[in-house]
């Protein structure tokens, strides 16, 4: 698996374009901003996105996935449902750091401790609830490649 951090926000918040060389899909990791940016990244890289995962429910973690999700029509997974009220509050977060106004977002899937991510069967990511920075804050281990 190959990957590529894309400093995002104000805050210089990572976002990582993570893919596989041979089949040329890939996942974003935590796009929190600069949607625009994320879209060039991905576009010249000639990668076709196949879903977007999220850690936590902060803003600058969250706040272009849903505009990337529609843009490339693809689904977005986690964090775990105890960060649906860090979600359901974009607009507030986004009105208290003097943003433009981000809307709510409800995944596609809540992920779960010991769930796992299959990306085509070309690589597991195992799911790892770790609770502390936000309620519902995940991290991804790889579990398996096969690229």
């Not at 918040?13 to 089949?23: D, F, K, M, R, V």
Request: charged fraction near 20%; include cysteine.
């Amino acid at each position: 698996m190959n990957y590529r951090i894309i400093p995002v926000t104000a805050f210089s918040q990572n976002c990582s374009l993570i893919w596989c060389e041979q089949t040329r899909l890939a996942a974003l990791v935590d796009p929190g901003g600069d949607a625009e940016k994320i879209k060039q990244e991905v576009d010249d890289s000639g990668l076709t996105l196949m879903q977007i995962l999220l850690t936590h429910g902060h803003l600058d973690h969250v706040g272009a996935a849903a505009e990337l999700a529609q843009h490339y029509g693809v689904p977005v997974f986690g964090p775990e449902k105890e960060d649906e009220f860090w979600l359901q509050g974009l607009p507030a977060q986004s009105r208290m750091f003097g943003l433009e106004e981000c809307q709510p977002l409800t995944p596609d899937r809540w992920l779960n401790e010991g769930d796992t991510i299959q990306h085509r069967g070309m690589w597991t990511l195992q799911v790892l609830h770790c609770p502390g920075h936000t309620p519902g804050h995940v991290v991804f281990l790889m579990i398996g490649q096969s690229c």
